[in-house]
């Protein structure tokens, strides 16, 4: 038995960007050496969206798998570590609470630590849960150190703060050097199969059409081979997710570069901070039924530590994803697939997983409608989990501006509607082993917005009530020790070979 | 419904309360109490189940206790019956082979195998690296901990256990002073507002108030036709006559198709939300999906893990029964698609076997086949009950060999994927060499 039928070759990529480099870099390093030929079209006179300066540990995989080595990222990029977010104002005003890339406390008995964290909270005997977890505590410190495998210290991960811009640049500069053609031009056609309808072409305004077996759809919002040519059904979540506008601006660093993003609740929306080296990314996300452009713009500009380093840029989106990701030939990777508002930092890692599925679902002779079928699955699945998760940080709140009491009175999935219900009744945590968000997040979230369990696991119950105070102290302890220990993160930064702190590169 | 849950009484057979009762009293808090009414105990039977199962591992049981509750160890068993050529199917649990640069060795044995234009030999080239399996085909018997940084790691040591022994020790073993134990034939339910049930009357007399009432009697499917999961490929093998049994066997243990005219007649079943108000139907009461893979004794002991996780709070119990409820629904799903696997890919001719084949596959089933079929990628789902591996084996065994690869697998040097390979074999190999025999094994077992 031998394999005969022609192989798929030709791989186009519609777009450049965060989305379109990251996939090229991926293909080339991954699939290169197996005969494809990859060509990126992108147009200079198309701006892109630079979205996700924030990123998840997820992408320490993702660079590892294209044999980035972190410290020269760090350094080609402007990176900045980041060991959780920090949401403020979130539930009531003044509140605040950092979803960390670690966990919080450790075993205690066959009940989880919130449980036990819960029974001593009840009866007012335990600090706030952020305290029970490494990464916050050195996040609020402004300390880090990678983490070490030793053993006797809390476990956690981090991920990045990096110029956007900067980072894709340097994979189009990985991705050429592994092969990958880049083609500069301004897409005007695309041509379709006439009895199959896969698309067949694209062509360019000097005439030239580029060819491929598969296509690449990282062309943005436009979404200009999934949306506009293959005409796939966009599903619009804004019932849920009412943001629909952002404005972004650069501006100087007022002096703060603590290794962590910051989410601020605003009137209407909230605030992003992203400390880089040399600068600070902001934007404001809102809901232009609550809040009209100006008023948007000027609560952005009032908020700013620094002097701004351009013009606000003002973004529209619905938030939602169409409803297939793979259809025909084509595969929507980024924000031609979807958007989810950036609250959780979400928009390279969709990129990542839609990457990773299909790396691992390429085809070889002929595209399998099974495969297909696995994609969407996959990314339906990871679209649904995180909407259900960034849904809870708008539902939970306790605010009194209008647009709070309507996020309050919204309608919900009803996934999250049970998962609010079973942490507040029994500390019950969602159990899934897929997804981007696990039992720490929720937590993290939950008791962040005053979602407090009313009651726990009842084997919680089964330790004396002065020895959980005990245990629960030396927890504390330990973890307060361990982050006093680290150094401080522009320490790291300038070890790691940082062109702007402490005013260097200025 | 207000304050606390309180009491917890538990009834069924004694096989079957043992495992629940051992798991609650490991765990209970001092304020609630459990009462054990024992009924009646049924037939014995074996299950074979993991040495790492979940459950085990939260009554904090190893090796030595599972010796002690009279467990016979193994690597692996025999699937017996489902080929055409009469042929057994040899199955052990296992870790992920040593993958090569990320990939799983069967997709770049695929790719070896394609260049070699020797795509019908896959099968065998594959077997050669199935470690687990050629262990217990030949007789050996060893442990993870046995060499953590070899080969070794990926054994998946089973434990052969007799029910009965096993619900001995536990009861046994159980020295909370919060267990109550009770012996009753029969009982009855007595309830209050809302069909919650507030007390169980004894035969004797009697009665005990109840807080949450977890019932593993044994259900007649019929009973539970208006709420069940469908399980209709398990359905038409049973009304086929097909079940399984397992017997000890040597050197392995084995599944078997019953004889016909022995086969269990009742009809496999889930319910589809066994908690209910404040009445729980666990193991038996709750499902029954088949003796193959000791399904209904895995489902038993993910109910007993599931039941300590979802313990009420109070008496109004609603999160916790919805709780429960998806996860048995998880469970189910789980199982039912194990056991569906040998059946949906049988080869035998018979019109019997043919009818199972005809019958709708679960979803979840159908994705792995499909998927492992056209490319030899498995899917994952949540509450996985067996490992990735296991699934590899079983679809290899049972003839569903990848049409195409992982196209990654293209991308290496044939040469250098021709040493690594050998290298691995020569130390898969080696260590096969090492292990000790069932009976020095059980020697050193016997010795403490």
Known sequence: ?506 | MRGECGTIVVVGGYEDIWPVAGLLASQLPPHLTVHVIEQSASASSLALLPVDDRYFGALGWGVSELAAAGARFTLGFVLDGLRRDGKPIVAAPSGDLPAIAGLALHQILRRVAAQAGALDRLAELYHGFSFCARAAESGKMALPADGPDTPLAMLGPLALLDRATLAEALDRGCAAPNVVRHTASAIALERGEGEVVGTVRLAGGERLETGLLVDLRTLDPDSARGDAIPLPLLETAQSRGIAFELRAGQPLPAYHVKPRGEWDRSRPFALAAPWQGNHLRLGPAAGQISGLFSADSRLLLAHALDLVQCLPAMRDMTVEARRFNALHARTIERLAELVAAPLALNTRSEQEWQAVRASPVPEALRLRIDQFRNRGRLPEFDGEIVDRQFWIDLLMASGVVPRSHDRRADAFDPRQLDRALGTVRAQLDQTLREISSQAEFDARIARG
């Open chain 1, 1 to 506: 038995m031998t394999e005969r039928a022609q192989a798929i070759r030709n791989v186009v990529i519609v777009g450049g960007g965060t989305a379109g480099w990251m996939t090229a870099a991926a293909l080339a390093r991954l699939l290169g050496g197996t005969g494809l030929a990859i060509t990126l079209v992108e147009s200079a006179a198309i701006g892109t969206v630079g979205v996700g300066e924030a990123t998840l540990p997820q992408i320490r995989r993702f660079n590892s798998l294209l044999g980035i080595d972190e410290r020269e990222m760090m350094a080609r990029t402007a990176a900045t570590i980041k060991l959780g977010i920090e949401f403020r104002d979130w539930g009531r005003v003044g509140d605040s609470y950092i979803h960390p890339f670690g966990r919080f406390g450790q075993e205690i008995g066959p009940a989880s630590f919130v449980d036990y964290w819960a029974r001593a909270h009840a009866r007012g005997m335990v600090a706030p849960i952020g305290q029970y977890c490494l990464p916050i505590m050195a996040a609020m410190q402004g300390r880090f150190e990678p983490p070490h495998g030793n053993g006797t210290r809390q476990p956690y991960d981090y991920a990045f703060q990096f110029d956007a811009g900067l980072y894709a640049a340097w994979l189009s500069e990985l991705a050429q050097s592994a092969g990958v053609v880049r083609r500069e031009g301004r897409i005007v056609d695309v041509a379709r199969n006439s009895e199959s309808g896969a698309i067949s072409a694209v062509s360019l305004e000097d005439g030239a059409a580029i060819r491929g077996d598969l296509f690449i759809d990282c062309s943005g919002f436009r979404a200009l081979l999934i949306g506009e040519t293959l005409e796939t059904p966009f599903e619009d979540w804004s019932h849920w997710l009412p943001c629909n506008r952002a404005f972004a601006v650069p501006c100087a660093n007022g002096g703060d570069y603590g290794p962590y993003t910051r989410a601020t609740a605003r009137a209407a929306g909230w605030q992003w901070r992203i400390p880089l080296q040399h600068r600070v990314g902001n934007g404001l996300v809102y809901c232009d039924a609550f809040w009209d452009d100006m008023d948007a713009a000027e609560a952005l500009m009032a908020n700013l530590e620094g002097e701004r380093g351009a013009e606000p840029r003002q973004l529209r989106f619905t938030t939602g994803r169409r409803s297939a990701l793979w259809r025909s030939n084509c595969v929507a990777i980024g924000l031609a697939g979807g958007f989810l508002e950036p609250l959780e930092s979400t928009s390279i890692d969709l990129i990542q997983s839609g990457i990773l599925n299909l790396v691992e679902l390429f085809p070889h002779t002929a595209i399998e409608e099974a495969d297909r079928r696995e994609y969407n699955r996959l990314m339906d699945l990871e679209f649904e989990r995180i909407r259900d998760f960034l849904v809870l940080h708008y539902v939970a709140n306790q605010r009194e501006e209008e647009f709070w009491r309507a996020m309050r009175a919204m309608p919900m999935p009803d996934s999250l509607a049970d998962r609010i219900e079973d942490f507040r009744e029994r500390a019950m945590l969602p159990d899934y082993a897929d997804g981007l968000f696990q039992p720490v997040s929720w937590i993290s979230v939950f008791l962040g917005q005053n979602v407090v369990p009313r009651r726990w696991d009842p084997r919680a119950d089964a330790i004396d009530a002065d020895e959980l105070g005990k245990r629960l102290t030396a927890i504390h302890g330990k973890i307060a020790d361990d982050a006093v220990a680290m150094p401080l993160h522009l320490d790291f930064l300038e070890r790691a070979g940082a062109r702007y702190v402490y005013g260097a590169g200025q």
